[in-house]
């Protein structure tokens, strides 16, 4: 005769804590943002998260919709998909930088509050179908430069 061992919890998007910060929340014009992304498991059962071949990357924008930089821009990404199990009470933390330069290499205006965006593409649930995607933001602020002072 087989026991049954009762019903196995379904683990997914809703057992995951996203938070993304900065270390600061003011910036002086051209000092590097430094920024965090914290992905944990906070579920009885592990998960997937799919990475996608490329590594983990921020977006830096303003308030208007203009994306100003990706961190990924300009890098290769593998052919194939990446999956990182995420076991209970684990976390997946991204650290990212910022120069505050543009696609071109051109300062960014100061005086401006801009938001840093993250997230994975997709999770994968303990019972093998995906959740959809987990994203976060954080917002900061760059200061006007200083007049001779």
């Known amino acids: ?24 929340i003011e910036y002086a014009p051209a000092e590097t943002v430094h920024v965090i992304a914290n992905l944990t ?3 009885e059962v592990a998960v997937t998260i799919i990475l996608g071949g490329c590594a983990p990357a921020a977006l830096f924008s303003d308030p208007y919709g203009t994306i100003w930089f990706d961190t990924a ?7 194939g998909i990446v999956e990182a199990p995420l076991e209970p009470g684990h976390s997946l933390v991204v650290s990212y ?6 696609y071109h ?3 960014v ?3 401006e509050a801009y938001q ?3 997230g994975s593409r997709f999770v994968k649930a303990s019972d093998g179908q995906l ?11 760059i200061r006007s430069a200083s007049n001779g002072s």
């Open 105 to 107: 290499g051109n300062p």
């Open 73 to 79: 821009s300009g890098k290769s990404c593998l052919n």
């Open 1 to 24: 005769m087989q026991h049954s061992q009762g019903i196995q919890k379904r683990a997914g998007i809703r057992d995951l804590t996203f938070i993304i910060r900065t270390n600061k």
């Open 41 to 43: 498991n906070t579920g």
């Open 97 to 102: 930088e910022w120069d505050q330069r543009d």
């Open 131 to 141: 959740d959809g995607g987990l994203s976060g933001e954080t917002w900061f602020f």
């Open 116 to 118: 840093a965006q993250a």
């Open 109 to 111: 205006p100061s005086s």
